[in-house]
């Protein structure tokens, strides 16, 4: 028997929302300062309609606090991180709305889903000349969502149950005893490559490029949220491929991989931790690309001559395949038109995605590695004499045991993730589009990639539309959270 | 040698950034000619310069003076000697507020060019002004917006503050 949840568990969800609210409103501080800076004042209203729902929403919600905060279960963490997910963009969409730069309201949602998500598929029109604010707003919520939204408010409000907030974000490492803590590591990582990397493409953009000071800026601050948090918005409709630069380029790949490698592997590098490279997901991860650029570099042999143009363009779309990005060098029907090998290695690359705990999507480098685990001692199993014993152990950070459960519920992911790019694909295919362009467009929305070969535009179809920010959702999530919402829909609306 | 190239500047057929892009192998190597809008940033480098030109539904009129949505931009690198550059003539490039100088540029098309490790651009030869870059009505400040967002952020902060001052003196009887 389903138990219809208690006001007191609604109250305390709205409680939750409320705050996470109030964080992006703190966030939007950044590019409503930079809209009054360079005088963009239709954006800066727009963006100042936004801050007032966010502290609205957040204030009221305080209203619902209850006399103690009771207890806070698995269940509740989930649906608030699921319900977070669907209802920031909604109100992050208002000042993209009002830009007049989106052909509908359901547009400028699926921009904020793609910005939240950071899948990096973008349905915007005239971004050449959108306002400087509203880019950086783009951007922000790529690294709203790359380092949590939830993670942002635990920072701030550190309160009880919040673990199973955490959790239900995709991220299940505990670097340090308190989550709390472990909150604190993530946003000094982000900060020590933020001031790195922007100091980096700033320098490269004004010395090496001729950009004035106040623009390298703008593209270095955009560039590294997009990076880091592996999102693939660009400032510029061309994306990478605006710059012409192989530093850019090479500072945007670190970028691209240190956002990809999860917070417990940034952890253990910055204390020297040896063994690293005994850890299951760093030697998955290095197989998977290595195996995927050896792939590419021969399908673009008939591409590109030379070694150098070879490798440079291989390199940079499996990087941004593999870690989520999303970032291009070349246009979308050039990648469109890239066939065989290389159209097949970057759609792998797309479907694997980044390490666990990171803020990379796809299957991630960790299921993968023990998918393959458990079918390598299943396939011993059949082959070896019936009393063999067969090790089910694995190496993450230390020795730990592939049960069964774990190896059920690992499988069950990745197959859902299978399920997920098919299910798009499928649309795609039946509203007209060709097969592998739909697959292509599919594994990028669910990965959360943001690559395009060309589909994804103002004029695709409302369907369509619908079904990628459903993908775009679902795949941030990691199906688990969703669930739990849909389980909770359900009790309120037949539980006793 | 000048004739000659003055004649294959003449004669170079006009096409769009979009036939570039459809087919490449076409005018691989061919000398072209493409006119549009400069975009975003002139990335001067030493002897020569990078520009963005784009050929699209907003080169004349950009969205935010049209208010019409027609897609997403289209356009396309352009690298040229520093002789062809006059940033003063031209005036500032497109973006939020600007749109940028039209150009007719005519050059030769590159496909994936080895020699510049694998762009695709066009190699400028003559560029031409046909009409500087010029400010565009941008919307003011919406009065509606900022008052109700004030409102709201009013709402919701005293709200916020006056629960939380009760919770830190709570009221005894």
Known sequence: ?496 | MIPLLLLAVILAPQVGVDGLDREPDRYDGRMVTIEGEAVGDYGRRGSEVWIQINDDPYRDAPLVETGLTRGPNRGIGVWMDVALFQPDRWGPPGRYGLRGPILRITGVFHHNDPERGGETYLEAVSVELVEGSRRTRTPGVSVPALAVGAGLAAVGIGTWSVLYRRRRNPITL
């Open chain 1, 1 to 496: 028997m389903l138990l219809r949840p208690s006001v007191a568990d609604l109250k305390l969800v709205a409680l939750d929302l409320g705050r996470i609210f109030g964080v992006v409103a703190v966030a939007a501080l950044l590019p409503l300062g930079w809209g009054v800076a360079v005088g963009e004042w239709s954006a800066v209203s727009h963006l100042a309609l936004m801050v007032g729902i966010c502290l609205f929403l957040a204030g009221t919600a305080e209203l619902l606090r209850p006399g103690s905060r009771g207890a806070v279960d698995w269940s509740h963490g989930m649906v608030v991180v699921a319900l977070a997910w669907l209802l920031v963009p909604a109100v992050g969409a208002v000042p993209l709305a009002l830009s007049g730069h989106f052909a509908s309201w359901v547009d400028a949602y699926f921009e904020a889903v793609s910005g939240l998500t950071t899948s990096g598929l973008s349905l915007v029109n005239d971004l050449d000349h959108f306002p400087v604010a509203l880019n950086v707003w783009r951007h922000t919520l790529h690294f709203l969502g790359g380092q949590g939204i939830v993670l942002a408010a635990l920072v701030f409000f550190a309160a009880a149950g919040v673990r199973s907030l955490y959790q239900a974000e995709g991220r299940d490492e505990r670097i340090f005893p308190s989550v709390g803590s472990t909150a604190r590591f993530i946003w000094l990582v982000s900060i020590v490559h933020g001031i790195a990397g922007i100091v980096v493409l700033t320098a490269d953009g004004v010395l090496a490029q001729g950009f004035t000071w106040d623009r390298a800026l703008f593209h270095a601050v955009t560039i590294f949220m997009a990076a880091f948090d592996t999102g693939g918005f660009s400032p510029m409709s061309t994306s990478i491929a605006y710059y012409r630069s192989p530093l850019w380029e090479a500072t945007v790949t670190v970028l691209m991989v240190a956002g990809a490698l999860s917070f417990g592997l940034h952890h253990a590098l910055w204390q020297r931790r040896p063994g690293l490279w005994k850890n299951l997901e760093v030697r998955t991860i290095l197989a998977t690309f290595g195996v995927i650029l050896a792939v590419t570099i021969v399908g673009l042999g008939v591409v590109f001559e030379g070694a150098w143009p070879l490798t440079r363009r291989a390199l940079f779309h499996v990087v941004s395949a593999h870690t989520g990005t999303g970032f291009a060098t070349v246009s979308s029907s050039e990648l469109a038109r890239w066939s065989g090998l290389a159209y097949l290695g970057v759609i792998v690359a797309m479907a694997l995605g980044g390490m666990s705990s990171s803020t990379a999507g796809g299957v991630k480098s960790l299921r993968i590695g023990l998918t393959l685990k458990a079918m390598a001692n299943t396939v011993r199993e059949v082959l070896l004499p019936e009393r063999t014993v067969i090790p089910t152990g694995y190496y993450q950070y230390g020795h730990r045991r592939l049960s069964p459960e774990l190896a059920q519920s690992v499988m069950a992911i990745s197959l859902l993730y299978v399920g997920l790019y098919l299910l798009g694909a499928a649309v795609a295919y039946a509203l007209g589009y060709d097969l592998d362009q739909a697959l292509f467009e599919s594994v990028s929305a669910a990965a959360n990639v943001g690559l395009s070969v060309g589909i994804t535009s103002p004029d695709m179809p409302l369907l369509l539309k619908l079904t990628m920010i459903g993908q775009m959702w679902v795949g941030r999530l990691e199906f688990v959270a969703v669930f739990a919402l849909a389980g909770f829909a359900a009790a309120w609306l037949v539980g006793e």
